[in-house]
């Protein structure tokens, strides 16, 4: 019967770490079975290879005062790397010609000599012969990578290459390394054609071993296709995230899933002298603000200029909807009456009727999705409007709801002016003399808007007003997710670069980047519309209706 291992004292479980006592069978901690622990091998002194052991000669006597016989490496049953035992009198204790020695010596090394009666046969130049009972501890030679080279004890390797990693050993038919190599594995000579496809740089373990793959062969698909996303076909959307997938129907990357930012996120146009940026700014899931900005020709052949901008209610249903229909709508009709000679103050009002029934013909629509209940109240569609129009000398502005129009003119020395007044409950509390605008906008209900387009607004009243300015400077017509953050004229002033007449989409960016910094709690829309006088000037005038 073989006997138990028994922990040393002061050893540790392999399982775990934890501090054995002696005698323990299993780890008290993870249940690890001592037993199953070979006995660690006592550390030897490196010895140079090839160099000839003595065996130390016993000294001393025994409990009954006979001398302690001397017994050699060969008397000495042991096992190889296999675990099968060797034959007494099978030693090994050099390496063949080509191996490269712990003093450093020379790859090409000194001839080998013969092996001993019990030597291990293989093929001439294999340099693998049985290892000795003792095995010599070395370091590793020169050049010579771990776990690579025949295994000492097992099968003889054919003269071809070994496979290993770095630092793998070239070794020619009759031992010798291939010219250029010197023992460091890196030689450019031309190998010998592998006897085996069976890899012999690690033991065996008597498993089935598997055929190292051809050097030449065919290189996996997988690969290539892991390494180089598949290129985007021409005129595909590609994606924000990684500049390489294209982005599917379902608005995100083929290539690495990342989910893209709607359109209407973010949008910048330019037209001429007008421009405008939306936002979905920092805390909404969606833009539900729109903008329209376009230019034409008066019968006299001077230009007319637009800028239309659009607020969805979010307390009722499809607002990006709405918004996106009415500044659509508002905006054909002014291309459509300004070239047929309609003065621009009542094409504005034209404009707003006609956005009105177009954000009412979706109330006509289905409001309800599948599964919904049918009898549950759904406010219709709505949003506000804000527009501007600079044609023949003249500035028009036309509103309904709390989006706003505010004139800077580019002399900052003269005043910026509020070219609106809300339909809010705020704005009805100033009017009404009951607040002054510090208490009503400051109360909870101060954009409580009084007037939108929309099927179940009260009575549709378009405000529009005509001025005539006499010096240059432009105007910004915009939503709340702006001017929440500039109300007064003089801050939209301040907010507005000095040359925005020359630059009207980069103020447009400025502003919006203004309102983004401070907190960007709505979307932002912003349209920058540069409005030029001559130099002569012409007093200026001011008509409301």
């Not at 780890?27 to 003595?54: H, K």
Request: include cysteine; charge should be negative; aromatic fraction near 4%.
């Amino acid at each position: 019967m073989a006997q138990q291992h028994q922990p040393a004292a002061g050893s540790t479980c392999p399982g775990c770490d934890e501090p054995l006592e002696p005698g323990d069978r299993f780890c008290g901690a993870c249940g690890y079975d001592l037993s199953a622990v070979p006995v660690a091998a006592q550390d030897r002194p490196t010895v140079a290879i090839g160099t000839p052991v003595e065996w130390p000669a016993a000294t001393g006597t025994d409990t009954t005062g006979t001398p302690t016989p001397t017994q050699r490496a060969a008397d000495v049953p042991g096992t190889d790397s296999d675990g099968e035992e060797l034959k007494p009198g099978t030693t090994s204790n050099t390496l063949g010609p080509g191996a490269d020695a712990a003093s450093g010596a020379d790859a090409a090394g000194p001839a080998r000599p013969a092996a001993g009666p019990g030597a291990a046969p293989g093929p001439a130049g294999s340099g693998a012969a049985a290892p000795s009972a003792v095995p010599p501890t070395t370091a590793p030679a020169a050049g010579q990578g771990h776990g690579c080279g025949p295994v000492v004890g097992g099968p003889a390797v054919p003269s071809a290459q070994l496979s290993g990693g770095h630092g793998d050993h070239e070794r020619s038919a009759d031992g010798a390394p291939p010219a250029g190599s010197a023992g460091t594995g890196e030689g450019t000579a031309q190998e010998a054609p592998a006897a085996s496809g069976v890899r012999y740089d690690s033991p065996p373990s008597g498993d089935f071993e598997l055929a190292a793959p051809a050097p030449d062969g065919p290189a996996d698909p997988r690969a290539a296709a892991a390494a180089e996303p598949a290129a985007a076909p021409p005129g595909a959307k590609l994606c924000v995230a990684c500049r390489a997938g294209r982005v599917d129907t379902d608005g995100y990357c083929e290539n690495c899933g990342h989910a893209q930012p709607r359109e209407r996120d973010h949008m910048e146009q330019e037209l001429g002298s007008v421009a405008a940026v939306s936002d979905r700014g920092l805390r909404h899931h969606r833009n539900e603000d729109s903008f329209a900005v376009s230019s034409t020709a008066l019968p006299d052949g001077s230009p007319a200029v637009v800028a239309v901008v659009c607020d969805g209610v979010s307390s009722a249903t499809r607002p990006d909807e709405a918004s996106a229909a009415a500044a659509s709508a508002a905006n054909e009709r002014l291309l459509e009456v300004l070239p047929r000679g309609t003065h621009p103050q009542q094409a504005m009002h034209e404009a707003i009727v006609a956005a009105s029934e177009a954000v009412n013909s979706l109330a006509e629509q289905s409001e309800h999705a599948p599964g919904d209940d049918p009898n549950r109240h759904q406010n219709a569609p709505a949003c506000t409007i804000v527009g501007a129009v600079a044609a023949g000398g003249l500035l028009i502005v036309g509103w309904v709801g709390d989006s706003r129009a505010y004139w800077v003119p580019d002399d900052r020395s003269g005043p910026p002016a509020r070219l609106t007044e809300d339909d809010s409950w705020a704005a009805q509390m100033v009017a009404a003399g009951l607040m002054n605008e510090a208490e009503a906008y400051a109360d909870e209900r101060a954009h409580a808007i009084t007037g939108w387009l929309g099927a179940d607004a009260y009575e549709l009243e378009p405000h529009t007003a005509a001025f005539k300015p006499d010096r240059s400077g432009v105007v910004v017509v915009c939503t709340d997710g702006l001017w929440n953050y500039a109300e007064a004229a003089e801050e939209m002033a301040r907010a507005i670069p000095a040359d925005a007449s020359e630059r009207p989409l980069h103020s447009a960016q400025m502003l919006v980047g203004h309102a983004l910094d401070g907190g960007g709690h709505d979307n932002v829309t912003v349209a920058v519309l540069p409005f030029a006088v001559p130099q002569q000037g012409a007093g200026s005038a001011y008509d409301m209706a």
